[in-house]
């Protein structure tokens, strides 16, 4: 059972423009929700966070909106940048527990 | 502040043997965590652990899997005997003891590529 769901393994997108980045979770009981960015034959690196209390946190070019009833959250970029290209992944949680989703791989061409 | 480190970064063995990976965690983070990530899919908690004690393991295949943390501090995960399934990178990642505060963010090392052939 899938508790984290990323839909889209890719994304490309022209440097400059919006990246939206999109995750689904089932368990109404995640209360914290992460972004991590993959480089290859790196770790991945914390990126931004929102709580359950919250609908949108932004940090600079980013910012991530949570959907409660819909059980959705997003991470947009802007403006995208080649260096934004990556791997990123979605994490949710309610204790010190992450589940992570399966990762959308971002392409960002000039 | 120095990051999470792991070693050895890259280890490829035959099934059948046995490997061991060493982490650091990030100084001051109560908190350490093994994870097991297979190509095309997301991190996956194997083990957790709270100062040296285990927090959770439900998901360690502990028939082959083992891991300690002694001293609170630094961490093994050992693989004996690897089978070619075993094949991944594992990551071990660090978190500060915020006990309900919120702000679950954890911090990756570079993980171990293990290929098991």
């Known amino acids: 059972d899938q508790q984290v769901k990323q839909n889209s393994p890719s994304l490309s997108v022209q440097e400059g423009r919006i990246s939206i980045l999109n995750c689904d979770y089932t368990?109404?009981?995640?209360?914290?929700f992460l972004w991590y960015k993959k480089y290859p034959a790196e770790g991945p690196t914390f990126l931004i966070s929102?709580?359950?209390?919250?609908d949108k946190n932004e940090d600079g070019r980013f910012t991530v909106f949570l959907n409660k009833s819909a059980k959705h959250l997003s991470l947009h970029i802007v403006p995208s940048q080649p260096g934004d290209s990556a791997v990123y992944f979605c994490?949710?949680?309610?204790?010190?527990?992450?589940?992570f989703g399966t990762g959308t791989r971002l392409q960002v061409f000039p | 502040e120095a990051g999470v480190a792991q070693s050895p970064r890259y280890k490829i063995i035959e099934k059948r043997q046995s490997v061991a990976f060493w982490c650091n965690p990030i100084?001051?983070?109560?908190?350490l965590y093994w994870y097991q990530q297979i190509l095309g899919q997301g991190p996956k908690l194997l083990i957790q652990?709270?100062?040296?004690?285990?927090?959770?393991d439900s998901q360690l295949p502990k028939d082959r899997f083992s891991a300690e943390r002694l001293k609170g501090v630094d961490s093994t995960l050992k693989i004996q005997p690897a089978k070619l399934e075993d094949s991944a990178v594992y990551l071990c990642?660090?978190?500060?003891?915020?006990?309900?505060?919120?702000?679950?963010?954890?911090?990756f090392g570079p993980g171990t590529r293990l290929t098991v052939t």
């Open positions: 929102i709580s359950s209390i919250k």
């Open positions: 994490a949710a949680g309610n204790t010190d527990k992450l589940i």
């Open positions: 100084s001051g983070h109560a908190t």
């Open positions: 990642a660090s978190s500060l003891d915020i006990s309900g505060t919120g702000g679950y963010e954890q911090y």
């Open positions: 652990f709270q100062n040296n004690g285990v927090v959770d």
């Open positions: 368990n109404s009981m995640f209360d914290y």
